[in-house]
């Protein structure tokens, strides 16, 4: 948005996203399009997407979302009247975390204009290898979406309960603030969850972080097996002290017994 596409005078204004007049509000003269991800990377806040769509077609606005997240097992955004639909296949969709790969759904029309404009200028084509992969995920999904959705509410009660730990992000847990939502929009959820560690010092965090065996550490996420990246890791130094999100953690639950995960995390809590 800012390195990128302002090279072609081409602006944008950032929101919150779960709040449908702050979106009104941001709306221009010039809005072209309203860019969603529900729900959203680390800290997991939904957008309605209902009301959104219904937003932007009185303003002739298109929308796009990114679905990774859910998949489409758990969430289909084109019933709730978004235009187009994206996601990472190299995530759930490949589920294997050996392919690098995008998807994009939508209106025959939508699609022939981004293929004709936008896909033979700059974009790439997957080779038939990578497509087949692809296809091999496809039918295992279902299977797989199931798994980590019945895994991470596991993990998520565990990291509830334990004292170290101060909070828990997660769309599907009791407790979450948007979780009437989330049973609306969506059917479960993915592996994808983070939670705050009490201490806001650095220091421990890294103790933390290091003191993980099992789970990887990594900045993707949607395959096989479990991962772990604490935010700290994107802030840049002057904004490291001042950050309340410092000690949030983002794991991705993966196919593993849940029980050896829960070990992991417990002996690496142990240590702060």
């Known amino acids: 948005m800012e390195n990128y596409l302002s090279r072609f005078n081409i602006s944008h204004t950032y929101v919150e996203g779960n709040d449908i007049i702050e979106i009104k509000n941001a709306i221009k003269p010039n809005t072209k399009i309203i860019y969603l991800e529900s729900p959203t990377t680390f800290t997991f806040k939904l957008q309605n997407l209902k009301e959104i769509s219904t937003l932007s077609k009185k303003h002739g606005i298109k929308t796009i979302i990114d679905n990774t997240w859910a998949t489409p097992i758990f969430q289909n955004p084109i019933d709730y009247g978004i235009d187009i639909v994206i996601h990472s296949a190299s995530k759930y969709l490949g589920g294997h975390s050996d392919l690098v790969a995008g998807i994009i759904i939508g209106k025959k029309e939508d699609i022939r204009k981004i293929f004709e404009t936008e896909f033979q200028n700059i974009g790439t084509v997957p080779d038939p290898f990578v497509a087949w992969l692809i296809l091999r995920g496809l039918r295992t999904l279902h299977i ?80 096989y097996e479990s991962l772990i990246i604490p935010y700290a890791v994107t802030l840049k130094e002057n904004e490291l002290s001042n950050n309340e999100n410092i000690s949030l953690i983002r794991i991705h639950v993966g196919l593993e017994n849940t029980e050896l995960l829960m070990n992991d995390l417990n002996n690496a809590l142990k240590n702060i």
């Not at 019945?150 to 004292?163: A, G, P, W």
């Not at 009437?180 to 890294?206: E, P």
Request: charged share 30%; aromatic share 12%; no cysteine.
């Open 144 to 223: 797989r979406m199931e798994r980590h959705y019945k895994s991470s509410m596991e993990i998520v009660n565990f990291l509830k309960k334990h004292k170290k730990v101060e909070s828990v992000l997660y769309p599907f847990d009791k407790d979450y603030k948007q979780i009437q939502l989330a049973k609306k929009q969506m059917r479960g959820g993915s592996g994808l969850l983070s939670f705050k560690l009490k201490t806001r010092d650095l220091n421990k965090i890294i103790k933390f972080t290091n003191s993980i065996n099992f789970f990887k550490r990594a900045v993707s996420w949607g395959g």
